[in-house]
């Protein structure tokens, strides 16, 4: 990706020599990598999000230990990188090659492959981690019901997916018509209407909903989504689409004792990382997992990254470095 003026930024696929990549401890063949909303604010210039130029973005990559300079790798391991800062002011993984700390590479589980890690990827990490947190807080399946917003989307689809596979009632709310076809097909069946007047109320709480929810939109989403968790209930904050900013009041937490928790993927150590992948490639694994995902060559890249900004993409895009 080139910078061409303040404003302007051109992305293409471009040969350069492995010496181009930074100097650091593992070199690794890269086999798949995948995009994620940071991929697409690292495309467009957002300064929060990348400042250095030429630059190849790509938050994520799997493949295949060349070289190595740590004890902790050898030749020919099958590694993942996911939520560290490689993609946004370090070189990516939208490449046939990456050059990284030896502490931002996972050992994959033996029965996890290299396609199905991307899948995941950091939105999809972050969408387990989010399903962790509601795990761990207890809920009754039996009687609850959880929401996930923004459900076409990468974490979203991912992080229902998942509450489905685990035994939830789960019900989602999208903006885009074609996103409700995708997740009916997906066996979603309950799509709820965050309505505008529920939205923009300046009431402290209305009737509960749902005992868990997982968000990704922020905002006044999230202001409106808090009045409605019943007794004892969580949500788990995950992303900022629909804005930073949110007013609320105290009652749901004193009166209805809910929690509003968030999720920072990238804080999270490698043991941490390595115990979820174990689950995701085990007990956590879903049949429906090949739903989710549309899979593109490298050059199909730019394609995807416009689809993206228009909202034509649905689920996670996994990208093929070795089809031709």
């Not at 293409?12 to 063949?29: A, I």
């Not at 046939?96 to 995941?120: D, G, T």
């Not at 209805?256 to 085990?282: D, H």
Request: aromatic share 6%; with cysteine; net charge neutral.
């Amino acid at each position: 990706m080139e910078k061409k003026s303040p404003r302007e930024f051109e992305y293409r696929v471009k040969s350069l020599p492995v010496t181009h990549l930074p100097s650091s401890e593992v070199l690794v063949k890269v086999h798949y990598s995948s995009l994620n909303y940071k991929d697409i604010l690292s495309c467009q210039g957002n300064p929060a999000v990348t400042r250095r130029f030429p630059h190849t973005p790509g938050l994520d990559a799997s493949g295949v230990v060349e070289q190595s300079n740590s004890a902790l790798f050898k030749r020919g391991d099958r590694v993942a990188v996911f939520c560290t800062p490689m993609g946004m002011n370090y070189q990516g993984g939208l490449a046939e090659h990456i050059c990284v700390p030896a502490e931002w590479l996972i050992r994959l589980p033996e029965n996890m492959c290299l396609e199905e890690v991307m899948v995941y990827g950091t939105a999809g990490y972050t969408a387990a981690l989010a399903v962790e947190a509601i795990e761990k807080h207890g809920i009754d399946k039996s009687v609850s019901k959880v929401l996930v917003t923004g459900a076409s989307g990468g974490l979203g689809s991912i992080a229902v997916l998942l509450l489905k596979h685990l035994g939830y009632d789960v019900e989602v709310s999208v903006t885009r018509e074609n996103g409700k076809v995708f997740l009916e097909n997906l066996g979603v069946t309950a799509i709820v209407d965050l309505n505008a007047s529920d939205v923009k109320t300046t009431q402290n709480l209305l009737p509960s909903r749902w005992q868990a929810v997982i968000d990704v939109a922020g905002g006044d989403v999230l202001a409106c989504i808090l009045k409605q968790v019943s007794e004892n209930g969580i949500v788990v904050s995950t992303g900022l689409v629909a804005g930073t900013h949110f007013e609320t009041n105290v009652l749901p937490f004193i009166l209805r004792g809910i929690s509003l928790i968030g999720i920072n993927a990238e804080g999270t150590s490698v043991e941490s990382r390595k115990s979820l992948l174990i689950k995701l490639a085990s007990i956590w694994r879903s049949s429906a997992l090949c739903d989710v995902y549309t899979k593109v060559k490298l050059a199909g890249v730019s394609c995807a990254i416009e689809n993206f900004k228009e909202q034509n993409i649905y689920g996670r895009v996994v990208v093929d470095m070795e089809a031709k």
